[in-house]
């Protein structure tokens, strides 16, 4: 009878939930952090010890056959114990120093999270970050990451979240834009106009403009303040990333500014761990320090004293 260890037994089911959930073998490796010839050894010794085909291939990807179907409840099970288990240990952990896995989109980590790693590495230089940016929401729960700092706020009772700040947001135009197609004064028709915008679900707040044509949607509000600086496009833009590029205008500065809702989000189990307490108070300082530009406050203006006063 071939002789396992517990370790190498868990190990092959991790990679067997990884293979079902992600559908290819790189894409699972990715996922563990290990190289697909190695989820292709797990997965066939895993079968090998049970006996069972548990994938097919369907058009390049992994498809559960019908026995597997029946393991993969049990096998998730077993994840969430071990999962339970990982969380409370890292709980329990006062040290200051170890990985920490934290999940953002591309503008949030330029804006807010790497000038926070940066204050927290000096005062902590024994905290290992690892920075996953992207519209991806990585799952807290099964610790694809320990922290998240996203626009959604997070409806699963065991996570955690608070919000870090606002984020002012408002329509623009190029000015190469504008000059070939004026845009009208709000409530007029925008019949013929051409809109760029984010894919629904990603940012909190989102408006449409009525009568215009839907031209291009994407995952990143990087590659969307570039898109309408070329033209594309009117857009919806965060004034904090717009506002700085001569070639951007606001199209209704006398209109109210909407704003988006930045959350910091952790499993509940994790909260008090040394680590992620030291990078909580470096998101949060440098959240109140940067809310004045992210909010768009208007300035406050200097104080008039009468003369002699």
């Not at 559908?23 to 563990?32: D, Q, S």
């Not at 049970?50 to 559960?64: I, K, N, P, S």
């Amino acid at each position: 009878m071939q002789k396992c260890t517990a370790m190498a037994d868990w190990e092959e089911i991790r990679t067997f939930l990884a293979v079902a959930r992600e559908g290819t073998l790189v894409a699972a490796g990715r996922l563990l952090g290990v190289d697909y010839t190695t989820v292709g050894r797990r997965v066939r010794a895993l079968e090998q010890e049970l006996g069972l085909t548990l994938f097919e291939r369907v058009r390049d990807r992994y498809v559960l056959t019908e026995p597997a179907e029946g393991l993969r409840e049990a096998a998730e099970r077993m994840e969430d114990g071990a999962l339970a288990l990982e969380r409370r240990a890292l709980g329990a952990d006062r040290t200051v120093s170890g990985d920490l896995r934290i999940a953002t989109t591309d503008a949030l980590a330029q804006i807010l999270v790497l000038p926070a790693i940066r204050a927290m590495h000096e005062r902590h230089p024994d905290i290992r970050a690892h920075l996953f940016t992207g519209p991806a929401r990585l799952n807290i729960t099964r610790r694809e990451a320990d922290v998240a700092v996203r626009y959604v706020r997070p409806d699963a009772g065991e996570l955690v979240s608070r919000r870090l700040v606002r984020v002012a947001t408002a329509f623009y135009a190029s000015r190469e834009y504008l000059a070939r197609r004026p845009v009208p004064p709000r409530g007029a028709s925008l019949r013929g106009h051409d809109v760029v915008g984010i894919q629904e679900g990603l940012l909190g707040w989102s408006k449409a403009l009525p009568e215009t044509r839907d031209v291009l949607r994407t995952n990143s509000m990087s590659t969307l303040v570039l898109a309408v600086s070329l033209g594309i496009g009117l857009g919806a833009l965060h004034c904090w990333m717009a506002d700085p590029n001569p070639d951007l205008v606001n199209l209704w500065p006398e209109e109210a500014l909407e704003h988006d809702d930045v959350y910091l989000v952790l499993h509940h189990d994790v909260q008090r761990t040394a680590r992620v307490r030291a990078f909580v108070d470096a998101i949060e300082q440098r959240a109140a320090e940067v809310a004045p530009r992210l909010e768009a406050r208007a300035p406050t203006p200097p104080r008039q004293t009468r003369p002699g006063s």
